[in-house]
């Protein structure tokens, strides 16, 4: 079982609409969690951390579910610049593994108009 | 504003040749990665250097070393590069612990 898992999707979204994903994580001492976005084989970009229960930053809201060790994201009111994949990042949070992180493989979402 | 800056962008090897790839950070970040990306997979973590002075192996560290020059630089080496090792790399930097990491825009390298 991968450490972190997403849906590769592609969830393909209506301008406009709203569109949530979940990532789920095996290590239950994981501490701290964050969302990064991925254009086209470019450079990851930090998109929110979630550091307790989950965070909203304008139309992205990030939960976090310790219990069934999952975290999700929605995204409001779509844009066609939200096109781009996600991915869930995880702090391995066991002994030794300080500032090391599992990354997903990524969940494509595609805005159209 | 420059972040974490990788050199170069691009590159071809031929099986055997032997290439370092660059990383610098002007955040006076601690710590110091080295990731590499396959179609289909995440990021895998091949070195990582959580402060000056000191590097350790990550997942796929095989085929690779890497030297932390001073607090800002992070160099990745390929002593004999085979065709398995075509990928993406990113370095990132982070001010450690719990902190998120931050990239560079990564080389593109193909080894033939």
């Known amino acids: 079982r991968k450490e972190v898992e997403q849906d590769p999707g592609p969830f393909n979204v209506p301008e406009g609409a709203t569109v949530a994903f979940n990532c789920t994580y095996s290590?239950?001492?994981?501490?701290?969690f964050f969302w990064y976005r991925q254009d086209c084989r470019k450079e990851p970009k930090l998109l929110m951390s979630?550091?307790?229960s989950g965070n909203e930053d304008g139309r992205f809201t990030a939960q976090l579910n310790r219990a069934s060790q999952y975290i999700s994201l929605l995204i409001r009111d779509s844009k066609l610049s939200d096109s781009a994949t996600y991915l869930c990042?995880?702090?391995?949070?066991?002994?030794?593994?300080?500032?090391?992180?599992?990354f997903g493989a990524g969940t494509q979402v595609v805005v159209t108009p | 504003n420059a972040g974490v800056t990788q050199t170069p962008k691009f590159q071809v090897l031929k099986t055997g040749q032997s290439m370092t790839l660059q990383c610098a950070q002007d955040?006076?970040?601690?710590?110091m990665y080295w990731y590499r990306q396959d179609p289909g997979m995440g990021l895998r973590l091949i070195y990582y250097?959580?402060?000056?002075?000191?590097?350790d192996k990550g997942e796929v560290p095989n085929g690779y070393n890497v030297s932390r020059l001073n607090k800002r630089e992070f160099s990745l080496r390929l002593e004999s590069a085979a065709p398995s090792q075509t990928s993406v790399y990113f370095c990132?930097?982070?001010?450690?612990?719990?902190?998120?990491?931050?990239f560079g825009d990564g080389t593109r390298l193909s080894i033939l």
């Open positions: 990042v995880v702090n391995k949070g066991a002994l030794g593994s300080w500032g090391k992180l599992q």
């Open positions: 979630v550091y307790s």
């Open positions: 250097s959580a402060s000056e002075g000191t590097t």
């Open positions: 990132a930097s982070s001010g450690g612990g719990n902190q998120p990491q931050h």
């Open positions: 955040m006076n970040h601690n710590s």
């Open positions: 290590n239950s001492a994981s501490q701290s």
